[in-house]
């Protein structure tokens, strides 16, 4: 237990009433997991204001409070320690309740719109392979070195970050990789972490139901590396035009990475097939497992962050070469009738026309490309047309079908899909709510040799329906198909 004084260190003060010369056993922004003792944090959150349930919380145990807004009756029995910014205060109370855990690791995080989970679970698998013991924070898994727990966010919330942190520390991890995502930044979640490095992938259209334009999602990226500390490395995306964006007015060290742009670390694709990439990096030679164009940044990204680490180059790229795809990105297989079939995690229409233009680069040209795709419901309306678009630009055949529809109505986001799209991109779609049924359709539409992609849910093993989450594994469909 700390003393609430101790917890406190940081925080931007602005009243306390009451004395903080005591022990906290327990801290918690949701008034449901108040304890007896608990410092309650009283976040306004985007369904909810924290400060609505702060007599609730007492009422349940907690001793503290902290809050933007003192409430107009006061407790007598209570401290309440009144902030600019609850939400900014949590993080810096969540970080010091356990004892500071992102000093005592090297801590890289990756941000951006596509890559970040390729470029984390490449970077905690490469310093595992090399012989170190790392955490990983990614929207697929945690992991504390080998043990793998079920990821509930891309990046958790402030107090589940530190705690999971303080376990990779006492379980001897020296680094941690994590996805910063643009939610992570905007709520005040990464706040009072010290990040040695940070990494920017690219940037574009993705969370606008959150972030209302893209302005405000990319101030919300650059924010990260605005928050650096001089110790810090920042390395971006030169060839990205948003790339030089996250640097200025930062305090890290700037490094890039680029294929067209010079660069501190550059990379040229020698040859690009479905069994891999053979690639120049920095003058040295590798091949990989892993496949594309936008694998190829993935792979650079994660390079740069390893040598800017201290690691050898040439060990780098060698531990590399033997490492395999992250699973639902690009993942692939052959069946014996020749057909290749592709899942990934693609639900942006940049990341989408990544995907089949990879497909475009590495086919012969007489293969038929079907495309399964879907949008989410509530969530950015206004990529689902964009993303059909690129579909029928790029696909000889696209099925339009549910991702995870959530409150929606599966038809409604399928036309909303369709908005704008001319009569001969039409004539290229076939339309089928159900996943399963429009997956195996794809199936039968493919001939020996071509080529089916489904796209959007990739790692995902569920469907969100109308608030429950139903089974449903997109790679095991299409297995399933062939042993039938």
Known sequence: MKLLKDILYKVDLERIEGSTNFAIPHICFD?????K?????AVNGTLSDGHSFIDSAISKGAIGVVCENLPQTINPKVVYIKVKNSAQSLGIIASNFYDNPSEKLKLVGVTGTNGKTTVATLSHNLFQAMGYKAGLLSTVVYKIGSSSFNATHTTPDAIRLNQLMQEMVTAGCKYCFMEVSSHAIAQGRISGLEFDIALFTNISRDHLDYHKSFDDYIRAKKKFFDQ???HAIAIVNKDDKHGATMLHHSNATKKTFAFRSVADYKCKIIESQFSGLHLNINGLEVHTKLIGHFNAANILLTYAAAVELGEDALQTLTVLSALNPVDGRFQHFKTESGV????DYAHTPDALENVLKTIDIIRSGTEKVICVVGC????DKGKRPLMAAIACS?????????????????KSIIEDMKLGLSPIQLKKIISLESRREAINLGLRLCGSGDIILVAGKGHEKYQEINGERISFDDMAELKAHFKD
């Open 394 to 410: 790029l696909a000889d055949q696209v099925i339009l079908t549910s991702d995870n529809p959530r409150s929606e109505n599966p």
């Open 376 to 379: 989410g419901g509530d969530r």
């Open 37 to 41: 003792d608990s410092l309650f944090i």
């Open 31 to 35: 008034s449901r997991e108040v304890q």
């Open 340 to 343: 290749t079939a592709i899942v």
């Open 228 to 230: 650096l500390s001089s």
